[in-house]
């Protein structure tokens, strides 16, 4: 393939700062952008936002440098809610690339797509099928395609997704490869990313990074039989997001630490490791000084502790009242009913209770079945209908889509809250009544709100509680995560990693037997998705590399 970063150095707007000890960033920027497939991986808040931007404002300043128009971009994620968690950051990222001091700048940053698509809709699946418009025989219009959240994505769809490009397209994943995998077959990004952290340069690689970054990496870095793909893979290792030396940061550093001695390989010792990073332990949070909050463990006996009963009512305490405090009124205008949506749909962002299992009592339809209980006994929820009988529908009923469905253009994943909300009879008076509608935040980029019936919805569930796998792609500002109370096969680090890392500011762990968490930091996934035993058979030469 020919070498597509055709210039020495890369534009000096670009290279500028943050890149820390050894400028990963940058180094990402070019592998990438002298390759037609690049992955790059990190963990929660590593940059690969801000770098996947940077390097897209390289690569088409290169192309006006060239000439030619502009590349046609498209950005997508695995599932809705990553769409629009990479949505609703991408601006930002872009609004924020140091442009101003080149000629063009305003034109690159013009040329960088804002709007983020699931990998479904990207592909444009044909009604009333498995099949997809675009594919080998129809492949995508476009010359580059950037994936992120990959670890989500399954074989089949990436298969898909490969078929469907042009031979002369591009393809970036990001995402991290410490996620669990998809749910469905296979491990991809895990595979594909299974030696990023000793990245395995080649010399020749090495050599090229110092000329065009200026970096010399370390010898741990260089590996002369490193395969082709190592070459076009980087994993950024700063969180600027979390502190390295306290709180989740630390925590999820700890659980992802691959167990190799065998002091780390015992389950005691192991749970010791990540339950000293905590702060307070066995104590309700409501009584914790501000700075201690952002780590918390409680054993707890069962689910009628009152630790468990504060947790859960203090953490969806805040959506129920923006529910009832910012009913804009039985008059209001559609925008403003929109607008007091999106108000409830942040609000019951700000906590998530995770489960590993679906069945028992620590599973997740027994604790939503005894969270809306519990609501109810304190007054927050009423799931009587006009009539008092019990409903399932009720107002403030969160649900989780578990299917998708291409009429309703809801994804497997999607949240929604159901609300009460004032509709105007056609015919005189024009007397207002509530009916109960779910209220879905678009993923297409637009900010706007899908009303949907109930009736309408086949394949949702109340999601108070919610299964880690299902939390992928997503983010809280706390999130608890109740363990069960034997171990159990799906109980690994990667998921423990996965729920830690699906909180911005508080994470809150919930136990009863200390040896569950301990058993389960020893157990890693076992990798299946068998392309990295397809790579090794393949033997892709380092002299390939080189020529990437
Ligand atoms: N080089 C840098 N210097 C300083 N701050 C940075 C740098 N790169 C990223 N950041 C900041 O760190 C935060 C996380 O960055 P970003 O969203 O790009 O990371 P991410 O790996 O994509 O995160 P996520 O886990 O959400 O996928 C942002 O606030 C961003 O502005």
Known sequence: MK?????????????????????????????????????????????????????????????????????????????????????????????????????????????????????????????????????????????????????????????????????????????DKDQLASVEAGAVLGDLCAGAAAAHYTPATGDWLQRVTGATLPNKYIDPAGLALAQVTVMLRHSYRFRADGGIGALAAVVNAEPTTSEQLDPTQRFNAALQLFPEKSSSIAQQPNAAKQLTAIQLPNTQANEFIDLVCDGYRGYLAAMHDDDPGDNAAPTAIDAWAHTVLAAQAEFQLLAVLREGIWGVTGLNQHIVTLLQQKGLLRIENATGTPSQWFAGRPVLVTRNDANLQLMNGDIGITLAVPVRNAEPPHLTRRVLRVAFPRSDGSNGIRWVLPSRLQAVETVFAMTVHKAQGSEFTHTALVLPDAVNPVLTQELIYTAITRSKQRFTLLYTQSSVLGEALCRRVVRSSGIANSLKRLNISTENAANV
């Not at 670009?14 to 920027?29: M, Q, R, Y």
Request: aromatic share 4%; charged share 20%; with cysteine.
């Open 3 to 175: 070498p597509l970063l055709a210039k020495d150095n890369i534009s000096p707007p670009l290279a500028k700062g943050g890149w820390g000890d050894l400028p990963w960033e940058k180094i990402a920027c070019a592998l990438a952008a002298r390759s037609a497939f690049a992955i790059i991986t990190g963990g929660p808040g590593t940059g690969k936002t801000t770098t996947v931007v940077r390097l897209l404002a390289l690569l088409q300043g290169l192309t006006f440098d060239a000439k030619q128009p502009p590349l046609r971009i498209r950005l997508a994620a695995p599932t809705g809610k990553a769409a629009a968690r990479l949505n609703a950051s991408i601006a930002g990222r872009i609004a924020d690339l140091p442009l101003a001091a080149l000629a063009n700048g305003e034109q690159i940053r013009a040329a960088i797509p804002t709007s983020v698509t699931t990998l479904h809709r990207l592909l444009e699946p044909l009604p009333h099928s498995r099949h997809f418009r675009y594919h080998a025989g129809n492949p995508l219009p476009v010359d580059l395609v950037v994936v992120d959240e990959a670890s989500m994505v399954d074989v089949e769809m990436m298969a898909r997704l490969l078929e469907a490009l042009r031979p002369e397209a591009r393809l970036i994943l990001l995402g």
